[in-house]
Every structure is written in structure tokens, then in C-alpha cells.
């Protein structure tokens, strides 16, 4: 989960430093050149850490587009700092400390790095010619055994280790161990709030274990992609049975891997119902949906909303009316039959959308992905629309095209020469949120 292997398909320029040292010394300057990467055992890693704390396993990088390597090499001190000098055996602890102390204090560019000009490259650090991943692989082990740590002193606050209950075993532990999960949480506002972050949420070793590789794994495999939509997965069970929840977690990543078919699918309910719909135990299962963005560079992520024990009956239920009613929430015109016409949730629920495509307008991206989400809510059934709102919806479509210009042909609006077909569109949706309790009359409260 933590291994890169998303390289773009360039020619990078590979470039190995090679430092030289003897009886835990330091030998000459260290030696840098153009190799082949074949001949290098190495492994290269995703960024590790928080978002202002980041690193990688190992001194292997991968740069593209990169014209500062100077400032590059530079910064590698705080990858040995993180990861070698704490995760390598005593003995490499102090050889990688050797490399650490030269790349802090390099000033002198005795290595002449800023001669190369910008280009994609490959960096790999060497020790008597062999990487670091070949020299210390216990540094992997070691990670996989023990990927978090405790909370770090702060400039302003000192996180002590004590006994505690665990927030998540409920039993009396040590605590004090970070899980270091990289989402937008409400210490990031003000520093000072981090220390109850340590104090509210308590916990083990174990427990921090847990939630690090779980959510590593979540954000790995249990992540899909729809049209410019990210969504991640999370089912849970009320009756917890180890092997059927394995068995859905296995079932979901299998789903993640289905690319031809889900490349052709254009509604996100289809999408979402073909996901989980054949599996056995399905009904056993809550899930929680939500609507991120992932960096896959450092696997930060950013959360826009949640929706918390979705039914997949629900999920059913929306997509069965849908085909009923030939309604679809794609985004594309649908082909399949042309005697069919189908109802376009977009018309009245993606206005933003389409007036960006039509009119090529840029930076409303994250007003988009809200509208799209209003949408799924509103499907889900956690959310509601009013009644006088849907009304103006309706109006709007009548009235405005994509590009937000007034429907008139030779005087006459358009929906008054042919009104038949918008009246139809709106019955049918009109018909189709009613069953599904979407609409929320006057006075009526929803929570």
C-alpha cells in the first residue's frame, strides 16, 4: 500500500550518489552518476507522514518536470531523519546518520547539481554502491510492524504518554500513539486544539495500528472514480461476522478492478448498485459513502460530506424506479433504444455542470462536485428538496439552455410551442421523488 508504481511514461534521467564509508566514517565526497535503474535494487515509496511532516521509506525518488535538485537533495535530510535513523537496525542507524549530517549542512554544491537542467529523473541514494532498500531492508519490516508513533513534542505543547482508556478497546492502556491518518480535522484551524486531539481520543499502540492500516487500505482499494467524482466505501455490520465483513471487503476491491465496465457506465446509482450488488450477504451490511478527494502523491485526503449507513435496499430501490421510469442521473445521452426517451436528472439537478461544458468556463469545479453530491443525497434519501424549490427547477429548465440563455425561437418560447414533452419530464420526476421521499412540503421539517 505504500509502494509507488504510478510512474508517468517518460525517459527519466537516473542518477545515483554514491557515499562512501569506512569504520563508520565518511570517505571522500560523495560520487554522483548516470546509471541504469535495472542495476539498483530499490523501492520506491508514496510520501508517509502527515501533510507538513512527510516522507519517504526510502532515500529512492522520483521527480518529473524537476529543474531545482540542488533543493531536492537538500531535502532528503528529513526522509533519512524519519525513516532510516529511526526504523534501521543500531548499526545502519549510524551509517544513515553519516549521510544525514552531510545532505543538512550541504551548502557548497561540491556535486555541481545545479548544472542539470530541468528534466524528469530518478534519484537514488547509495551506500559502497548499494541502495538503501538492499543495506537496510529491515527498515520495511520494521515500518510494517510499527507504522505509527507517539505524539511528538510541540513547540507550545508536550504530549505526555500516560495510562488511559483506549477510545477504541475501552480498556485501560498506554496511550499516546498517533495514527497519523491524513484527512482535514479541526487541529489543522489552530494548533493549539491538537492537544485535544491527545486527550479526547486516547490511544494504544494497537489501536492506532489499526486505524493507520485500515484507512491505508480504505483509501487504496475501497476508492472509486465517477466522472470527476471520488468516492470511498466503508461498509459496516450490525452483527459483525469477521469472515462475511472479509468477504464484502474483498468483493468491493475486486469491484474497484472491473475498469471496462465501469468506464462505460454514465449513471453513478447503476455504478453504485453494480458494486455491490451480487454479493451473497449484501443486506447484512450498512455502508458509509464518502464524497474525497485523494492525493495519491502523499494519499492526503480531503472530505466534502458523508453519508453514514446507506441501505443497499435503498440503493435498489432508487435504481429499480429509475429504470422504470427510464430516469437516469447520467450525464450522457443514453442510446440504447431509441424509442425510449429517457428523463434527465442533470436538467434540473446539474445546471452548473452543463453550463460549464457548454460555455467552457472554468474554476467551478468544487461548486460541481457539490452539486453532485446534492444529488446523491438527495437519491440516498439524505436530503430533501422543497417543493417550491423543485418548481423553480422546473421553471429554470423551461425557460434558460445550457449556456443560461432564454429558449425563444421567433418570439415564442420554446416550451410553449412543445409543451407536451417538459410537462411529461416533469411529471415523471415530479412522480419519482414523491416515491422516494425526496420532497419536502411546506412546513415539513427534515433533519
Same mark, same amino acid.
Request: charged share 30%; proline share 2%; net charge positive.
Given at each position: 500500500m505504500i509502494k509507488n508504481s504510478n510512474f508517468k511514461d517518460s525517459e527519466h534521467i537516473v542518477l545515483t550518489i554514491d557515499f562512501k564509508i569506512?569504520?563508520?566514517?565518511?570517505?571522500?565526497?560523495?560520487?554522483?552518476s548516470r546509471v541504469s535503474l535495472d542495476n539498483i535494487k530499490t523501492l520506491f515509496t508514496k510520501k508517509i507522514g502527515g501533510t507538513s511532516n512527510s516522507y519517504y521509506l526510502y532515500p529512492n525518488f522520483e521527480y518529473q518536470g524537476e529543474k531545482d535538485l540542488y533543493k531536492k537533495?537538500? /531535502?532528503?535530510?528529513?526522509?533519512?531523519?524519519n525513516s532510516a535513523m529511526i526504523y534501521a537496525n543500531d548499526g545502519n542507524k549510524c551509517i544513515a546518520a553519516l549521510v544525514f549530517e552531510y545532505i543538512k549542512n550541504y551548502e557548497k554544491d561540491e556535486l555541481e547539481l545545479k548544472n542539470f537542467k530541468q528534466d524528469d529523473y530518478f534519484l537514488v541514494l547509495l551506500i559502497n554502491g548499494k541502495s538503501f532498500f538492499e543495506l537496510m531492508p529491515e527498515v520495511l519490516d520494521n515500518y510494517i510492524n510499527m507504522p505509527v508513533l507517539m505524539h511528538k513534542k510541540d513547540e507550545k505543547i508536550y504530549f505526555k504518554p500516560r495510562k488511559a482508556i483506549d477510545i477504541i478497546s475501552a480498556k485501560d492502556e498506554f496511550c499516546g500513539y498517533n495514527p497519523d491518518i491524513k484527512f482535514f480535522t479541526y487541529d489543522n484551524y489552530d494548533k493549539d486544539l491538537k492537544v485535544q486531539i491527545v486527550n479526547k481520543l486516547p490511544m494504544s499502540l494497537e489501536s492506532a495500528k489499526t486505524i493507520k492500516k485500515g484507512w491505508m487500505f480504505a483509501i487504496n482499494n475501497l476508492k472509486f472514480y465517477y466522472k470527476g467524482l471520488e468516492y470511498i466505501i466503508i461498509p459496516s455490520m450490525v452483527n459483525f461476522d469477521a469472515e462475511i465483513f472479509k468477504g464484502l471487503i474483498s468483493f468491493l476491491k475486486n /469491484?474497484?478492478?472491473?475498469?471496462?465496465?465501469?468506464?462505460?457506465?454514465e449513471s453513478?446509482?447503476?455504478?453504485?448498485?453494480?458494486?455491490?450488488?451480487?454479493?451473497?450477504?449484501?443486506?447484512?451490511?450498512?455502508?458509509?459513502?464518502?464524497? /474525497?478527494e485523494v492525493d495519491q502523491t502523499n494519499l492526503s485526503v480531503k472530505i466534502f460530506s458523508t453519508l453514514e449507513d446507506v441501505l443497499p435496499s435503498r440503493i435498489a430501490k432508487v435504481v429499480n424506479l429509475m429504470q422504470k421510469q427510464h430516469i437516469t442521473d447520467s450525464s450522457k445521452p443514453i442510446q440504447d433504444n431509441e424509442d425510449v426517451k429517457f428523463t434527465y436528472l442533470k436538467d434540473y439537478f446539474g445546471v452548473l455542470e452543463k453550463y460549464a461544458v457548454a460555455t467552457r468556463v472554468k474554476g467551478l469545479d468544487n461548486k460541481i462536485m457539490q452539486e453532485k453530491i446534492f444529488l446523491a443525497k438527495i437519491l440516498l434519501g439524505y436530503a430533501k428538496i422543497k417543493y417550491i424549490e423543485l418548481l423553480k427547477r422546473f421553471e429554470h429548465f423551461r425557460e434558460f439552455d445550457a449556456q443560461n440563455k432564454k429558449k425563444i425561437k421567433d418570439g415564442v418560447k420554446n416550451?410553449?410551442?412543445?409543451?407536451?414533452?417538459?410537462?411529461? *419530464?416533469?411529471?415523471?420526476?415530479?412522480?419519482?421523488?414523491?416515491?422516494? *421521499? /425526496?420532497?419536502?412540503m411546506q412546513n415539513e421539517t427534515f433533519f
Amino acid at each position: 500500500m505504500i509502494k509507488n508504481s504510478n510512474f508517468k511514461d517518460s525517459e527519466h534521467i537516473v542518477l545515483t550518489i554514491d557515499f562512501k564509508i569506512e569504520n563508520l566514517k565518511l570517505v571522500d565526497k560523495p560520487k554522483i552518476s548516470r546509471v541504469s535503474l535495472d542495476n539498483i535494487k530499490t523501492l520506491f515509496t508514496k510520501k508517509i507522514g502527515g501533510t507538513s511532516n512527510s516522507y519517504y521509506l526510502y532515500p529512492n525518488f522520483e521527480y518529473q518536470g524537476e529543474k531545482d535538485l540542488y533543493k531536492k537533495f537538500k /531535502a532528503i535530510s528529513h526522509t533519512l531523519q524519519n525513516s532510516a535513523m529511526i526504523y534501521a537496525n543500531d548499526g545502519n542507524k549510524c551509517i544513515a546518520a553519516l549521510v544525514f549530517e552531510y545532505i543538512k549542512n550541504y551548502e557548497k554544491d561540491e556535486l555541481e547539481l545545479k548544472n542539470f537542467k530541468q528534466d524528469d529523473y530518478f534519484l537514488v541514494l547509495l551506500i559502497n554502491g548499494k541502495s538503501f532498500f538492499e543495506l537496510m531492508p529491515e527498515v520495511l519490516d520494521n515500518y510494517i510492524n510499527m507504522p505509527v508513533l507517539m505524539h511528538k513534542k510541540d513547540e507550545k505543547i508536550y504530549f505526555k504518554p500516560r495510562k488511559a482508556i483506549d477510545i477504541i478497546s475501552a480498556k485501560d492502556e498506554f496511550c499516546g500513539y498517533n495514527p497519523d491518518i491524513k484527512f482535514f480535522t479541526y487541529d489543522n484551524y489552530d494548533k493549539d486544539l491538537k492537544v485535544q486531539i491527545v486527550n479526547k481520543l486516547p490511544m494504544s499502540l494497537e489501536s492506532a495500528k489499526t486505524i493507520k492500516k485500515g484507512w491505508m487500505f480504505a483509501i487504496n482499494n475501497l476508492k472509486f472514480y465517477y466522472k470527476g467524482l471520488e468516492y470511498i466505501i466503508i461498509p459496516s455490520m450490525v452483527n459483525f461476522d469477521a469472515e462475511i465483513f472479509k468477504g464484502l471487503i474483498s468483493f468491493l476491491k475486486n /469491484a474497484k478492478n472491473m475498469q471496462e465496465e465501469s468506464e462505460r457506465e454514465e449513471s453513478f446509482m447503476r455504478r453504485l448498485r453494480k458494486q455491490i450488488e451480487n454479493y451473497k450477504y449484501i443486506n447484512s451490511f450498512t455502508l458509509d459513502i464518502l464524497f /474525497a478527494e485523494v492525493d495519491q502523491t502523499n494519499l492526503s485526503v480531503k472530505i466534502f460530506s458523508t453519508l453514514e449507513d446507506v441501505l443497499p435496499s435503498r440503493i435498489a430501490k432508487v435504481v429499480n424506479l429509475m429504470q422504470k421510469q427510464h430516469i437516469t442521473d447520467s450525464s450522457k445521452p443514453i442510446q440504447d433504444n431509441e424509442d425510449v426517451k429517457f428523463t434527465y436528472l442533470k436538467d434540473y439537478f446539474g445546471v452548473l455542470e452543463k453550463y460549464a461544458v457548454a460555455t467552457r468556463v472554468k474554476g467551478l469545479d468544487n461548486k460541481i462536485m457539490q452539486e453532485k453530491i446534492f444529488l446523491a443525497k438527495i437519491l440516498l434519501g439524505y436530503a430533501k428538496i422543497k417543493y417550491i424549490e423543485l418548481l423553480k427547477r422546473f421553471e429554470h429548465f423551461r425557460e434558460f439552455d445550457a449556456q443560461n440563455k432564454k429558449k425563444i425561437k421567433d418570439g415564442v418560447k420554446n416550451w410553449i410551442s412543445f409543451p407536451e414533452n417538459i410537462v411529461e *419530464n416533469e411529471n415523471k420526476i415530479l412522480w419519482f421523488l414523491q416515491e422516494i *421521499n /425526496a420532497i419536502r412540503m411546506q412546513n415539513e421539517t427534515f433533519f
